[in-house]
């Protein structure tokens, strides 16, 4: 099989390593469009060669876009029109209600499969890839009944040659999940980012400050906004859900220390912990 990534980013470029590591596929082929990432991919070895999109649609059994999910909103419908009656295409974007909608009439619709795979850091661009990115993590399967069971098990089969887990669910509650798991940390990390670098204009030893505890929840904040932007944006209605949640849970923190209230704050404080049993299962 060869097997084609469009965007040899961080998730593209690594899945690309991985799927050469793994042997799963006979070939893998990259499409970059930015002329600086498609040569450090090439010097990279991140796949076999670096082809048109055009070439990628003419001689790949399957398809994937790692692409921004604005990008992928806008992509999808025109590969699908030209894709042939025998490949297979899916994504890793974040959201997945918006694009599933995109093409929920389009006829070849279960030729697509909708994924997300739970894996990534702060970094980008071809030069932040890395082989094992995909081990021992999840992906989301998203639609099954919108797609032709020989779709979803090639895309199924392909995550499980990358070491992944792969768990299945509507696109609806994959996105109301992940605003609170992913994108609400995401968008509070980089307005803590903001907040700080707000006041170190007045406060020059700020950042000398800085301990482990601000690095690391401030690390999200070193995320390409090319990638967030659209996310937030399409993701806009469970994250302002989640967000007013979040400012909820603010407001009560503020009142006990305004009112220097030690024991409600305490009991939040107490209450928060039990996060530990979700994060860290016994």
């Not at 090639?154 to 605003?179: I, S």
Request: hydrophobic share 45%; with cysteine.
């Amino acid at each position: 099989m060869t097997i084609s990534i469009i965007g040899l980013g961080l998730i593209g470029g690594s899945m690309a390593l991985a799927l050469r590591e793994a042997d799963w596929a006979t070939q893998v082929w990259g499409v970059e469009n930015h002329p600086a990432h498609a040569r450090l991919a090439q010097e990279r070895g991140l796949a076999d060669k670096i082809v048109s999109l055009e070439e990628a649609l003419q001689g790949s059994e399957m398809l994937v876009l790692a692409v921004p999910v604005d990008v992928c909103l806008r992509l999808l419908p025109q590969i699908l029109d030209d894709l042939p009656a025998s490949s297979v295409v899916s994504d890793v974007g974040s959201t997945k209600s918006a694009l599933c909608r995109a093409i929920v009439r389009h006829p070849r619709r279960s030729q697509f499969v909708a994924a997300h795979p739970i894996a990534g850091t702060e970094n980008s661009g071809p030069g932040a890839a890395i082989p094992h990115l995909f081990t021992n993590k999840m992906t989301i399967l998203c639609e099954k009944a919108a797609s032709s069971p020989e779709a979803w098990q090639q895309v199924r089969a392909m995550y499980e040659a990358l070491g992944m887990t792969c768990l299945e669910m509507e696109a609806e509650a994959h996105d109301q999940h992940l605003a609170y798991v992913s994108h609400l940390s995401h968008l509070t990390s980089f307005a803590l980012a903001l907040t700080v670098l707000e006041v170190e204009k007045s406060e020059k030893n700020i950042f000398q400050l800085a301990g482990s505890g601000f690095s690391s929840t401030a690390r999200l904040a070193q995320s390409a906004p090319g990638m967030w932007t659209p996310i937030f944006t399409e993701n806009r209605h469970h994250l302002l859900t989640a967000l007013d949640e979040y400012e909820a849970q603010l407001r009560v923190l503020r009142q006990a220390i305004a009112q220097a209230d030690g024991e409600s704050l305490h009991k939040a404080l107490e209450k928060a912990n039990a996060i530990r049993s979700i994060l860290n299962p016994s």
